[in-house]
Nanobody
Framework: QLQASGGGLVQAGGSLRLSCAAS????????MGWFRQAPGKEREFVAS????????YYADSVRARFTISRDNAKNTVYLQMNSLKPEDTAVYYC??????????????????WGQGTQVTVSS
């Protein structure tokens, strides 16, 4: 089970750190990803990280502003979000998939999802 937390209301230019804690099974065997869904829009890929943490991949819209990381000892994945913009407002979800695909294959294979956490960025 994946549990996302850390969302909230922040002003444009601010920062938030999301966490995704796993229970019941180690995440160390999975690649992990963050996705988001804004009202009236489809869910979109945000960032992903390999099971070892040695590789990361980002959507163009968040590259250089967001950083994905993981602590397998704590069974937790993080998303540090800096320089937030109003267009980053969305429900953010974490997800896991077997480590069999390139991170550039951004959307397929995720078979474990957490509940979302709301991020709202005011202008």
């Amino acid at each position: 089970q994946l549990q996302a937390s850390g969302g909230g209301l922040v002003q444009a230019g601010g920062s938030l750190r999301l966490s995704c804690a796993a229970s019941g099974r180690t995440i160390s065997v999975y690649d992990m990803g963050w996705f988001r869904q804004a009202p009236g829009k489809e869910r979109e890929f945000v960032a992903s990280i390999t099971r070892s943490g040695g590789g990361t991949y980002y959507a163009d819209s968040v590259r250089a502003r967001f950083t994905i990381s993981r602590d397998n000892a704590k069974n937790t994945v993080y998303l540090q979000m800096n320089s937030l913009k109003p267009e980053d407002t969305a429900v953010y979800y974490c997800a896991a998939r077997p480590s069999i695909r390139s991170l550039a294959d951004t959307d397929r294979g995720y078979d474990r999802w957490g509940q979302g956490t709301q991020v709202t960025v005011s202008s």
